[in-house]
């Protein structure tokens, strides 16, 4: 839970809070389907997005949820993995467009500020059929 304080302090929070934020946060725009309602609780008054095919700020990101949702209405998110170091937290899942498909590899970056989720970088490659190695992508 972020910690209040007045507005000439920073919110820090821990490591584990962070992640906790971003899991949050992810797992209720996309699974849950309510961009919304994460965006107005985990975004902060500014959001810079590094994905080119999205605009910055979080009216966009809602947009883009409901755009991909609109594509791809069986969409879902697993979070196999979470790092957090000071700000940044790093997510990796397997984003699935539909059920069975074998899905997209995500390493998700998120700076985070004031206990809100401020900057977001991405770096996705599909699950291939056959791999030159017998590990998988997760």
Known sequence: ??????????????????????????????????????????????????????????????????????????LRLEIKRVIAEGDLVVTHGNLHLKPGDRGMAVADFWRLSDGKIVEHWDVVQEVPEKSANDNTMF
């Open 1 to 74: 839970m972020p910690l209040r304080t007045t507005a000439s302090r920073e919110i820090l929070l821990s490591a584990d809070d962070n992640k906790a934020l971003v899991i949050a946060f992810y797992e209720q725009a996309f699974n849950d389907y309510q961009p919304e309602r994460a965006a107005e609780t985990h975004l902060g008054n500014s959001y810079t997005q590094h994905n080119s095919g999205a605009q910055d700020g979080a009216q966009a990101f809602v947009g883009y949820v409901h755009w991909l949702r609109g594509q791809f209405p069986e």
